[in-house]
């Protein structure tokens, strides 16, 4: 359940975050209320963990106000769903496998493409690949 969940909403959330540049925000808090929802039931990560993924959002909402919205706050909320359906260690490894992808295409457009290092990437979909990476990593390991 938390896989087809989490697909949906980058899915969806990436189509809007490419094409407009926004994330739908009652989309997401029904996907958080989903994945919450899904956590209580299956108990597969703890209280204190879901609670942990949540606030992991929340930092990287902060660092949103404080960078003026270089990492935006739509990102923010995403990241903060992800944590209640994923838990605080495999959120931070998501945040982190999703940064270094968003790093690899912004270097490559702007040697590639000639765009300027304010060029804006949209988050969203790295978030998409990162946690198909941490799917086949976890599959890979037998944890899955």
């Known amino acids: 359940m938390e896989t087809v969940g989490l697909m949906c909403l980058y899915a969806i959330t990436s189509y809007e975050d490419i094409k407009t540049r926004t994330i739908p925000v009652e989309g997401a808090i029904v996907f958080g209320v989903i994945g919450l929802l899904i956590n209580l ?8 963990s879901l609670v942990g993924g949540l606030l992991v ?9 404080l960078s003026k919205e270089k990492i935006g706050k739509g990102d923010a909320l995403i990241i903060a769903v992800t944590g209640l359906y994923i838990g605080f260690v495999n959120t ?5 496998l999703s940064s270094i992808l968003a790093l690899i295409a912004g270097v490559v457009f702007v040697k590639k493409r000639k765009y300027g ?11 998409l690949v990162g946690y198909e990476i941490l799917l086949m990593i976890k599959t890979i390991r037998g944890v899955l």
Do not use: C, H
């Open 41 to 48: 039931f299956t108990r597969q990560y703890s209280i204190k």
């Open 57 to 65: 959002g929340g930092i990287v909402y902060i660092f949103s106000v």
């Open 92 to 96: 931070i490894i998501l945040l982190w």
């Open 117 to 127: 290092f304010d060029y804006e990437l949209p988050f969203v979909p790295f978030l």
